[in-house]
């Protein structure tokens, strides 16, 4: 019955799309779920008939002991990424996007009666074609949420970057989907749900699932002055949860949290508000746990209760097989992650006429509008390329030493504030500017994000708390260490660099320690030197903020945003040249350079018959070992997969 119920719902989709609301800027969503139940209603008909006496048992999930099965499909922070292509690098990606997604779901549908599909947010944000097109036009269709609605979702919860646009945008897009948008734990200033909806219990196949959406409640410290967000109460995810679990009562079968954080709290370490970890332990109701947000695979039991999360950008799928007995209790969950690199994009996501509409702006603007065979206006040039090249096999020489990339936008921060020190992240290992000309592609391969600047007053002490909050991203190097490495738990983004005044990165110190000889205007930096301070909008709210490093608040906000003072100053100094200040510096350690036993290992990497040691640096005092599995590798003629950039 699935398939019917595809090529129904399909059909009437394509037919509300392009008779029913012609007349209309943004589709009513009515329209689409009202088109999606007369689908199911015809195509349940259809299967009757079909089947021809067939046991219901066969089309319900239903085995000959009574015992239900069913599958419920997990997507999280597809961040705009609805072609499965990458526009920084005007390319095809190879194991990604939406369209792979519905590929390989569509095919467990196939293979299975019952199925639901659920959406753990972060979705309408990320991409050229939702940041620099769609979300620029809320009242328009938008191509994130036509998707969705086609591959039929049941149900998506909110997530902390629909709220980059301000409250009255996220909803205008949101209110685009056909199925409920939740969040338990997000209020208006009339007390009901920001998205209309806090949980939701779909029926189907005989069993009735709860789903309860949470998102995390930090929202407010990224974006504090986002339209809407000074009106909006976050509430604990635990304890929203155990509000929805009273509402639902004995009315579901299953209960399933879709939470929008990670397991562990990210900035509410008392409260743990923000933790996933922290719901299931107040409410033992809880039968299934989505995790999001933090772009990690997790396919684990919290307290007994399996808990999954998939990475960023449709890079995976997340199958959770329940099975019930016939009183309707949970007799067996099994979870397994399923990877979108062996799945080809499905076409029919991408003949979507929004989605093919969109797709086709964006590579207009990152190509100028011109095919391969025409030349094109780029933004400006360049004299050569801006990035060194890697030592190591995938660890970026860009967080490793000063380079044009960041010197680039830090002197693009100060011009355009006027500020005396200023600070930016490489938000991707593989960030670079080529030689010749650049394109806006090129601009948001190394400023993905939307931000504006904040300046503000910041004391000597106060900046180099920041440095040091900055550099607890390294490992402390110990003796034997070859190479430099980062610590898991920080992501590349938190990790900040400086211009405008002159400093050593310690290593060999524990964090808190490492900041030494800092200068400006090549003199000591005092404690109590008052100095202006300027970073990006989240950077304020989420680092200086958050975590009680700077006292002043903020003084002045850029009217725009860091990509568009990028492309102002191309357009008027190209061709730019790539310059390094030279102005910081990795000290206390010694890579062995002059060992040959470095060389060897590092050889080992590049040939990529050892994983590049990101997470953990690699030491001499383990090279026997080391050479044995490289030489074991090479012997069986095994290549290590690359670590894929961050």
Known sequence: MRSIINKFS???????????LTACAVPDPAAYADAYRIAVSEASAAASAETDGTDEAETDGTDETGDIHFVILCTSDMHGNVWSYSYEDNAETENNGMARLYSCIEQIRKEEPTVFLLDAGDDIQGSIMTDDIANKQPD???????????????S???????????????????????????????LD????????????????????????GVCTPDVPIWDTYKEGIADTTFEAANTAVEKAIEEVGDRADVIMVSAHMGQYAEFDQDGRSDSGEKIIEDNPEVDILQLAHMHITVNDKINGVPAVAVRNSGRELARIDVTLNKEKNIKDITTQILDMADYEPSEEIREIPVVKELHEQALDLVTGGATEDEDVEPLGTTTAKFQPQDEILGLPEGKLRDTAVIDLILKVELENSGADVASCALFKDTSDLPEGNIYY????????FDNTLYMVEAT?????????????????????????????????YLYDMFGGVDYEIDLSKPKGERIKNVLFKGKPLEDDQVLKLVVNNYRYSSGLKAYNLVEA????????????????????????EPTVNDNWHITGVDLSLNDPRHDEIIGYINDRLLPTPYD?????????????????????????????PR
Not at 142 to 148: F, I, N, Q, S
């Open 460 to 492: 000597g002490k106060e900046l180099k708390d920041y440095m040091e909050w900055s550099a607890e991203c390294y490992n402390q190097w110990k003796p034997g260490d070859i190479n430099i490495s980062f610590d898991p738990e920080y992501p590349g």
């Open 441 to 448: 592609k090129n601009i948001f391969d190394i400023y993905k």
């Open 10 to 20: 399909s059909l009437l989709f394509l037919a509300v799309l392009f008779n029913g």
């Open 553 to 576: 608040d903020r003084q002045w906000e850029s009217s725009n945003s860091i990509r568009d003072m990028i492309v102002e100053y191309f357009a008027e100094n190209s061709p730019v």
């Open 140 to 154: 328009k269709e938008h191509p994130v949420m036509a998707a969705m609605n086609y591959m039929g979702y049941d």
């Open 189 to 212: 200033n009339e007390g009901d749900y920001i998205t209309g909806n806090g949980y939701t219990i779909i029926e189907r196949g005989g069993v009735r699932l709860a789903v309860i």
């Open 616 to 644: 953990e640096s690699y030491n001499l005092s383990d090279y026997e070992r080391l050479v044995a599995e490289a030489e074991a590798n090479k012997e069986a003629g095994v290549t290590v997969e690359g670590r894929e």
């Open 156 to 186: 998506m919860t909110v997530g902390n970057h629909e709220f980059n646009w301000g409250i009255e945008t996220m909803k205008k897009i949101l209110s685009q989907a056909s199925f409920p948008v939740l969040s338990a734990n997000i």
